[in-house]
C-alpha cells in the first residue's frame, strides 16, 4: 500500500526512467538521427578535397617558364608574377610587389551615363555616343556653395603628359588614368594591364590622335598597351538626393528596362568651405563582388580621394600645388595555395538541415504522447505538471545537447574550418540559446497539434534550410533590402538559425583565406556581423516562449483524479459513497455530456467541481487550479447552469447577464458584446425578451435564462 502521494521527485524519477527505457527501445532511430550529420559532414569533407585537387592543379598555381638564364642555352624552370596570369598570381612569391600606378574606376564607353527615358537631365551626353564609343565619363557634384563646387571642379581634370612620357609609371602623377577592368582581391598584378581592356586617361579636352602606345615592364617582362584620352566632365546637381536617385537609376536593378547608366564617381561639397575641407564622395561598390561566398574585391577609390583633395589645394594655393599619387603596391607574401573553405560555403545549408532535424522528432514525441492519451493517463495516475514539464524538457535539452556537442566535435576532428577557425565559446553560447529555444517551441507546437507526421516536420526542416539559403541569404546580402526587414524576417527561429551560421561561415572562409582566424567576441561590434543581433533574438525569443509556455501549461479545461465523496454511516448504517473515484480529463474547447441513472452522483460530482460540498478524497483541476484550495480563482473562469432555476425575479435576463459578466471582469464593450451573445445563444435577444423581468418569464424562457 503505498504510503500517500508520490512526491515531486519520485514522479521526476519515474518520468525519467519511461524516458530512458523508450529511448532504448529505439535505438535504430537514434543511430539513424546520429549519422545523418556525420553523413553530411564526410560528403563535405569529400568535396573539399575535390576542391582542393583542383586548386592544386598547374593553372591555379604560380605561373613559369623555361628561361636561359645563364645564356648557355640551357633553360631553367623559373616562376614569378610575370609568367602568370590574373588566376595565378595570388599563389606566387612576390618579395618585392611591383609599383602599379593609381587607377579610377572609368566605366566602359558602352555603360556610360547618357540621356535615357529614365534620367532627364539635359547636361547628360546623347545615347547616339555609345554607338560611336565616344561618351565622356561623368563626375557629379553637389553641396550647398556651387560657386565653390564649380571652381573645385576646374581643377580636377589636369592637362596630361602621357604623350610626352616614356614610362607610364613615372608620369601617373601627373595623370588621371583609369580602366574599366575589373579589381581582383589583391594588387599584385593590375588587371587593367595584363587585359586586352585599354587604360584610359581622362582631360577636359581629347584632342584628335587620343591614341597612345605605352610601355611598362613586370619583373623582366615587358608589357604594351594602348592609352586611349577620354573626355571627363564634372556636373552640378542640386541635392545629395537628386545624386542617390540618378545613381540608383543608373543601376541595372534600379530601372524598368535594366540598362547601367554608370558615373565615373561623385563629390558632396556640402561641409566645405574656404577654411574647411570635408567632402563625401560616391563610388560604385558593386566592383566589390559583394556576394557573400567570396573575399570583397578592392575598389579604385584612392585615385577619387586624391582628385579632389588636389583641387581642394589649387584652390587655396594655386595651380602649381598638388599632392603627388605616384604608385599602389601590396605587402609582400610568401609563396601560398590557392584556397577556399568549401564547408563554410555550403556550411549554413547543410548545417541548418542537422540542427533543425531534432525538432521534429521532440515534436512528434510530444505529439504521440498526447495523441495516444499517455499525457492524460499519466497525469490521472498522479504525476504533475512541475515533474512532467521538468523532466521532459531536461530530457529533451540533453539530448540536444549530446547531438550538438558530438556534431561539433566531428566536425573539428574532420578539420571543418568551419569549426576550428570560430571562436568555440561564441558556438557554445548561440547553439545554447538555440537549442533551448527550440525544445521550448516544440513544447508549445505541440499544443496546436492533435495528430502529426514526422514527413510534415521533415518537409519544414529542409523547407527551412533552402528558404534560408535562396530567399534570407538574397536579402541580407541585397544592400538595398531594409536591414529592419532583416530582422523581421529572423524572429522566425530558422532564419536566425541560417543567420548565424552564415556569420560563423563567413569568418570562417575570410580567415582560411587569408590564413588568420574566423570570428572572435571583438567581432560582434562590426557593423556588418549580424551575429550579436541573433543571439539577442534568440534570448528574448527563449524567455517569451517559455512565458506562454508557463500560461498554457494547463493543458485540459478540467482534470479529476480519483475524486470522492463519501457521506459518513449514521444509527449505525454503513458509509454512503456517492461519487466512487471519478477520473477524467476534459480538453479545452470540448463539449462534454455525462450521462447515467438517477442516483449515479452526477449531480453530486458537478456540486464538488463548482466548489458546493468538499470531495472526500482525490482532487480535480480546473484551468489547472486545484478545487481544493483554489475556488476563488476558479470562480473567475466558471459558468454554472444549476438544475433548478436560480433567478432574481425583479431582474431582468440581461440585468442577471450584466451582473454574472462584471464578476468575470468583462467591462465596458467587452460585456455588452458577451452579454449579447449569449441572449441570442438562446433565443432572448429579439422581441424584447431580454428586458422583461424574470418573474414573468415562461416556464421555458426561465430554463433558457
Not at 6 to 28: G, P
Not at 158 to 171: E, F, G, R, T
Not at 193 to 208: G, H, M, T
Request: glycine share 8%.
Amino acid at each position: 500500500m503505498a504510503d500517500g502521494p508520490a512526491s515531486f521527485w519520485t514522479q521526476a524519477n519515474a518520468l525519467l526512467r519511461k524516458n530512458l527505457a523508450f529511448q532504448k527501445r529505439n535505438i535504430r532511430s537514434n543511430v539513424r538521427l546520429i549519422v545523418f550529420p556525420f553523413l553530411l559532414s564526410v560528403l563535405l569533407v569529400v568535396i573539399q578535397n575535390l576542391v582542393n585537387k583542383q586548386l592544386a592543379k598547374p593553372s591555379n598555381r604560380c605561373g613559369c617558364a623555361c628561361i636561359d638564364t645563364n645564356g648557355d642555352g640551357k633553360c631553367e624552370k623559373v616562376c614569378g608574377i610575370q609568367y602568370s596570369t590574373v588566376q595565378q598570381v595570388g599563389s606566387c612569391l612576390i618579395p618585392s610587389p611591383p609599383e602599379w600606378p593609381p587607377l579610377l574606376q572609368v566605366p566602359a564607353p558602352e555603360f556610360r551615363a547618357v540621356q535615357t527615358n529614365f534620367i532627364l537631365y539635359a547636361d547628360l551626353p546623347n545615347e547616339s555616343c555609345r554607338r560611336t564609343g565616344s561618351c565622356p565619363a561623368a563626375i557629379l557634384l553637389t553641396g550647398n556653395n556651387r560657386t565653390l563646387g564649380l571652381s573645385l571642379a576646374a581643377n580636377i581634370f589636369p592637362s596630361s603628359s602621357i604623350s610626352n612620357a616614356s614610362d607610364m609609371l613615372y608620369s601617373v602623377a601627373n595623370d588621371v588614368l583609369g580602366s574599366a577592368s575589373k579589381p581582383q582581391v589583391s594588387d599584385f598584378l593590375e588587371p587593367a594591364f595584363v587585359s586586352n581592356l585599354p587604360v584610359y586617361y581622362l582631360q577636359p579636352q581629347c584632342a584628335s590622335s587620343s591614341t597612345f602606345p605605352v610601355s611598362f615592364s613586370i619583373g623582366s617582362a615587358l608589357s604594351e598597351l594602348e592609352a586611349n584620352c577620354v573626355r571627363g566632365f564634372t556636373l552640378w546637381r542640386n541635392s545629395s538626393s537628386e545624386i542617390n536617385d540618378e545613381l540608383y537609376k543608373g543601376y541595372r536593378k534600379g530601372n524598368p528596362q535594366q540598362k547601367i547608366n554608370e558615373i565615373v564617381a561623385g563629390y558632396d561639397f556640402s561641409n566645405t568651405d574656404t577654411t574647411n575641407f570635408n567632402v563625401s564622395i560616391w563610388y560604385n561598390s558593386t566592383y566589390k563582388n559583394d556576394t557573400g561566398t567570396t573575399p570583397f574585391a578592392l575598389t579604385r577609390v584612392p585615385r577619387s580621394i586624391n582628385l579632389v583633395s588636389n583641387a581642394y589645394l589649387q584652390f587655396l594655393l594655386g595651380p602649381g600645388t598638388r599632392m603627388l599619387f605616384e604608385f599602389v603596391k601590396e605587402m609582400p607574401k610568401p609563396e601560398t595555395l590557392l584556397r577556399m573553405d568549401f564547408s563554410s560555403l555550403l556550411g549554413p545549408l547543410f548545417f541548418t538541415w542537422i540542427i533543425i532535424q531534432l525538432f521534429p522528432v521532440m515534436l512528434s514525441s510530444l505529439v504521440y504522447e498526447k495523441q495516444q492519451r499517455l499525457r492524460i493517463m499519466m497525469k490521472m495516475h498522479g504525476l504533475g505538471d512541475g515533474p512532467y514539464w521538468m523532466i521532459s524538457y531536461a530530457y529533451f535539452l540533453l539530448l540536444s545537447s549530446v547531438y550538438t556537442l558530438v556534431f561539433v566535435m566531428f566536425g573539428s576532428v574532420i578539420g571543418l574550418k568551419f569549426f576550428t577557425l570560430n571562436d568555440y565559446s561564441i558556438q557554445f553560447a548561440f547553439y545554447f540559446l538555440y537549442i533551448n529555444l527550440q525544445v521550448s517551441l516544440a513544447f508549445l507546437v505541440a499544443a496546436l497539434f492533435s495528430n502529426v507526421k514526422m514527413a510534415t516536420g521533415c518537409i519544414m526542416v529542409f523547407g527551412t534550410g533552402l528558404l534560408g539559403g535562396f530567399l534570407f541569404q538574397f536579402f541580407n546580402q541585397a544592400s538595398s533590402f531594409s536591414r529592419g526587414w532583416i530582422i523581421v524576417m529572423e524572429l522566425y527561429p530558422g532564419f536566425s538559425l541560417y543567420r548565424g551560421l552564415y556569420e560563423f561561415a563567413q569568418y570562417a572562409f575570410e580567415g582560411d583565406y587569408m590564413g588568420t582566424v574566423g570570428m572572435r567576441w571583438k567581432n560582434l561590434s562590426d557593423r556588418r556581423n549580424g551575429m550579436k543581433e541573433v543571439l539577442i533574438i534568440l534570448s528574448i525569443e527563449w524567455d517569451k516562449v517559455e512565458q506562454l509556455l508557463l500560461e498554457s501549461r494547463a493543458s485540459h479545461a478540467i482534470v479529476s483524479h480519483n475524486l470522492k465523496k463519501v457521506y459518513p454511516g449514521r444509527d449505525g448504517n454503513p458509509e454512503k459513497f456517492v461519487v466512487r473515484g471519478v477520473s477524467l480529463a476534459l480538453p479545452r474547447a470540448e463539449c462534454f455530456g455525462m450521462l447515467g441513472p438517477s442516483g449515479a452522483g452526477k449531480t453530486s460530482f458537478i456540486s464538488m467541481m463548482i466548489g458546493l460540498p468538499k470531495p472526500s478524497s482525490g482532487t480535480a483541476y480546473v484551468q489547472g487550479l486545484d478545487i481544493r484550495s483554489h475556488m476563488d480563482s476558479i470562480y473567475t473562469s466558471m459558468g454554472v447552469c444549476p438544475q433548478h432555476d436560480l433567478l432574481w425575479e425583479s431582474l431582468t435576463g440581461r440585468e442577471h447577464l450584466l451582473f454574472y459578466g462584471r464578476l468575470k471582469n468583462l467591462k465596458g464593450a467587452a460585456l455588452t458584446q458577451a452579454v449579447e451573445e449569449s441572449l441570442k445563444s438562446v433565443n432572448l435577444f429579439h422581441r424584447g425578451v431580454a428586458d422583461k423581468q424574470a418573474g414573468k418569464y415562461s416556464g421555458g424562457y426561465e430554463e433558457e435564462a
